[in-house]
């Protein structure tokens, strides 16, 4: 079986729609079986290792199996529930075109090809990433993900990714549901990120939610005592509210305070977490590797 037969009955994520996206139809995601590009440009605002001075080659694709009521990308994740999409923006690729894209930002310079939400789109990327090796492609393939991973989807790209970047958002469920309409958003990541773990290299992103400490003390503790410094874990401290999507979430229509990222640093610096970055140089410390 071909790959990309894996679309005419989409399980590809979590939600396991079952739709058969090569026919057009759509999931939760919003998006039928051709990889949309939003964005494929050098980014240089990931953690330095990814973006060192040249940048990191970001590939972002539209559509998201989650459905965060802060995301800052929400031109791009909900474009197929968004009424002020400019569908004219974005570019459909196959898999030779896609491996073009990643041979463009190659020759541009990027440290690596980082696929930013590209759960959707698997089959094609892993198809386009064969393509473009077999025409030079030799810079590290990064995976961004949300953490909303299917373990057998992760299967497909072992060998593929050689570095994964997952968030673990939440561990209780009911935030989850609350904040991501995924109650098992919690169970799916834990397991999700073992998998990477046991691939290759991973970088786990935890953003610090406003009034939430608890929850991000919650998560380092659980990624310290799994597995300590065999992950770098990423705390980031640049929430930034939407406001137009946050009227139901009022607890949420506030950047953090100074005190509540320091707060979670200190307790990560408790925990012994020595292997991480952080967003401000005011709370950076000698065991910590280099901040934003």
């Excluded at 995976?143 to 299967?155: A, H, I, W």
């Excluded at 946050?246 to 020595?274: M, Q, W």
């Excluded at 401000?280 to 934003?292: G, H, K, L, Q, T």
């Amino acid at each position: 079986m071909k790959r990309v037969d894996i679309y005419k009955n989409c399980i590809l994520c979590p939600r396991k729609c079952g739709v058969n996206r090569s026919c057009g139809e759509t999931g939760y995601c919003g998006q039928t079986a051709k990889p949309r590009v939003a964005r494929a440009a050098l980014h240089y605002w990931e953690e330095p290792e990814l973006s060192g001075e040249n940048g990191s080659g970001t590939v972002f694709f539209a559509g998201c199996n989650l459905g965060c009521v802060y995301c800052q990308n929400y031109k791009i994740s909900r474009d197929g529930h968004s009424l002020d999409l400019q569908l004219s923006s974005y570019k459909n690729e196959d898999a030779q075109q896609l491996a073009d894209t990643f041979l463009r930002l190659q020759g541009e310079g990027a440290l690596n090809i980082n696929l930013v939400t590209g759960v959707m789109f698997v089959p094609t990327i892993l198809d386009a990433i064969d393509h473009a090796r077999s025409r030079g492609l030799n810079i590290p393939i990064v995976y961004n993900s949300s953490g909303y991973e299917s373990v057998d989807t992760l299967k497909m790209m072992k060998g593929y990714i050689d570095i994964y970047l997952p968030d673990l958002k939440y561990l209780t469920p009911e935030l989850a549901l609350r904040y991501s309409n995924a109650a098992d958003y919690p169970e799916v990541a834990v397991n999700a990120i073992a998998e990477m773990v046991s691939q290759t290299k991973t970088i786990v992103r935890h953003l610090v939610l406003p009034g939430h400490t608890g929850e991000s003390g919650k998560v380092l503790e659980y990624l310290q005592k799994t597995y300590g410094p065999a992950i770098t874990v990423s705390i980031m401290s640049q929430y930034t509210p939407v406001e137009h999507i946050l009227k139901e979430h009022p607890e949420l229509n506030r950047r953090i305070t100074k005190r509540e990222y320091d707060k979670v640093v200190d307790h990560a610096l408790s925990l012994g977490i020595t292997n991480a970055y952080i967003q401000e140089r005011s709370v950076a410390s000698e065991s910590f590797i280099p901040d934003f």
